[in-house]
Structure formats: C-alpha cells, structure tokens
C-alpha cells in the first residue's frame, strides 16, 4: 500500500515557517486510486488527482475539506461522514460500517476529534488491500474505544499513519484534546506493539504538523534518527510504501 504524502502540514500553516520551510494541509493520496481529504493547497498536483476513482474525507475542516477544491477534482466516488454527506455530495459513511472502493476494504472508526457542526462524527480509517492493513488515524487525539476494538477485531497491523499536530517540546498543550503529540503517538504505538495489533516494527508516520509546534523537518529527523523506535516524520511529497 504506497502512501504519496501530498500535505503533511496542520491549519496554521499559512505561510512559510522563519527558515522557509512550508507544509501544505494534510492529504494523501493512496496507490494513486484513493485520495484522503484535500483543499486548494495541494493544487498544483491536480493533474494526477483528476477523476481518481475515490475520495474519503475524515471531517469537515477547511484545511481538509473544500466543496470548489472537490468540484475542481472530479473524483468518481467521494466518501464522508453521513451528517454532511449531503453537503458534500458524496456517499454517506456510518463508524463501524465497512464498505469497499477503489480495491480498498475501508472499515471507518471514530476520532477523538470534534467539528463545529453538531452532529458530525470525524473519523479515522482502516484501510484493507492485498493483504496488508494500514490505520489512518489523522485527525484525532487518542485513539478511541470504538477505534481499538476495530482494530482488535482483524489481523495485526502493518503500519499507522497517526496525527502528529504537536510537538515534544508542549507536553501541555491544550490541542491535546483534539489532537496527538508525538510522545502521544510513541505510547500508543507502545500499547499496539504489546497488544499484538500492530506487527513489532512495523512503520508509523506521523503527519499534520503544527507550523508553530514543531522545529525544522532536519530536526525532526535527527531527533527521530537517534531513537531507538523512530517514528517517521512525513514530508510534502514523500512517498512510503507499508
């Protein structure tokens, strides 16, 4: 299951950082059949977006979601939560129902994630294709129940794609209610590990970094080179192959 990272930036990425780095907001897009959220940020690789056979959203925001970006893209089936499923033109998504596209067997689960739209329930996917089964678990703080007993109820899993908002030098900050920091994403790797529903080793990436949370990417990377578990620190345009 091949991830192309088109965005791996949070919303107050506005503008470039002091040093000139710059994130887009967080999209991916999957063996180039499934795109995961999206809005004008990713534009320019709209050529290879046109007419995918499926997008998903996991919620609402704007640095995810954007009805003239969707418009703009054309994919063939679109995906979201039931509440704004209307809205968005796209097939309704219930938490706990499975459902198949673009060769994908898709298991949505709930996020500890909130919008402002009263009834919403943001979420997180588990995606199924040739054998492998990777979790894409952005936006959200800690996985939830529902979340983990899902995941209890197939195979182990091969990787994770988790939030990644806030980084280790705010333990205490209050997005911690809504989103994961990255000591938050090492214990709930930990607690998979031990459980046997993530294989020992197996790859976890974080994404949707904070502009104002995190230092350079070559820091990130150094800081997660010298760890013994390292944790993949996602980049605009990468691509990782689970």
Known sequence: MRFLFLGTGAADWKEPSDDGEYRRNTSALVD???????????????????????????????????????????????????????????????????????????????????????????????????????????????????????????????????DGTVGDAFPDDWRVFEHNTLPMVRAMRRALEKANLLKKGAPVVATHLARTLHPSQAALEAHEAASDAPLLIARDGMTFEF
């Not at 996917?125 to 529902?146: F, P, Q, S």
């Open 32 to 162: 180039g059949e499934m795109l995961i959220d999206g809005n004008e940020t990713i534009s320019e690789a709209l050529p290879m977006l046109e007419n995918v056979p499926a997008m998903l959203f996991t919620h609402s925001h704007g640095d995810h979601y954007s009805k003239p970006f969707l418009q703009r893209v054309r994919p063939r089936r679109v995906f979201c939560e039931e509440s704004w499923a209307e809205e968005a033109g796209a097939r309704p998504v219930i938490p706990g129902s499975a459902f198949s596209t673009a060769g994908f067997q898709i298991l949505p689960v709930t996020a500890s994630h909130s919008t402002g739209r009263k009834n919403e329930r943001p979420l997180h996917y588990i995606l199924e294709k040739d054998g492998k089964r990777v979790l894409y678990a952005t936006d959200g703080a800690w996985l939830t129940n529902h979340a983990y007993h899902a995941i209890k109820g197939g195979a182990p899993l091969d990787g994770c794609v988790f």
